[in-house]
């Protein structure tokens, strides 16, 4: 059974950092493209980031360009985002997905309970 | 990278049938067979009911289809049941390897 558990969640003061990590298992890992999807309390989903099944390629919204990075570490079956420069409107529930291909694509077959990032001073 | 359009609500009596919207450009939701539909309970993570526009991922009734017009996609439920009732997302590869969600459209059922 395929299981994504979120952890690194918290409360950080604007321009500050926080890394978020997503655990694996059930699946391999390295066969698939995974991805960021957040939001915002009372709002709708917004894709953040993605990376490819070999970690060779990621991708970004516009709106995360240059403060987040997405990497994933194979030995240990771990997405990370790591999260620099933070603004209030960065304040969401952060899921984890897993794509259903090797490729950037829109369908996220699993999906993590998220874990909620919060940016106020 | 601008959300594709969403009704902000839709609604049917149980048994009916109702249509959700997803309108883009040709650059996103016309421009590719990449669409995929989401259905989210509150408190709950998003479930993938509809990918390629138009494909079922095993285990999602086939009460759920989608279809494709143009620049505007469709999500389909036939038989509406009282968990149904949910905020459904669109989604659509945009092109330059950019990922864009509808704003979303809440599903009450009568």
């Known amino acids: 059974e395929v299981h994504l558990l979120e952890s690194g969640g918290g409360v950080v003061q604007p321009g500050g950092s926080l890394r978020l990590s997503c655990a694996a298992s059930?699946?391999?890992?390295?066969?698939?493209?995974m991805s960021w999807v957040r939001q915002a309390p009372g709002k709708g989903l917004e894709w953040v980031s993605s990376?490819?099944?070999?970690?060779?390629?990621?991708y970004n919204a516009d709106s995360v360009k240059g403060r987040f990075t997405i990497s994933r570490d194979e030995s240990k079956n771990t997405l990370y985002l790591q999260l620099n420069s933070l603004r209030a409107e960065d304040t969401a529930v952060y899921y984890c997905?897993?794509?259903?291909?090797?490729?950037?694509?829109?369908?996220?077959?699993?999906w993590g309970q998220g874990t909620l990032v919060t940016v106020s001073s | 990278q601008s959300a594709l359009t969403q009704p902000p609500s839709a609604s049917g009596s149980p048994g009916q049938s109702v249509t959700i919207s997803c309108t883009g450009t040709s650059s996103d939701v016309g421009g590719y067979n990449s669409v995929s539909w989401y259905e989210q309970h509150p408190g709950k993570a998003p479930k993938l009911m509809i990918y390629d526009v138009s494909k079922r991922p095993s285990g999602v009734p086939d009460r759920f289809s989608g279809s494709k017009s143009g620049n505007t996609a469709s999500l389909t439920v036939s038989g509406l049941q009282a968990e149904d009732e949910a905020d459904y997302y669109c989604?659509?590869?945009?092109?330059?390897?950019?990922?864009?969600f509808g704003g979303g459209t809440k599903l009450t059922v009568l």
């Open positions: 989604s659509s590869y945009a092109g330059s390897n950019i990922l864009v």
């Open positions: 997905a897993k794509g259903s291909r090797q490729w950037l694509a829109p369908d996220f077959d699993y």
């Open positions: 059930g699946f391999t890992f390295s066969s698939y493209a």
């Open positions: 990376i490819s099944d070999s970690g060779g390629s990621t």
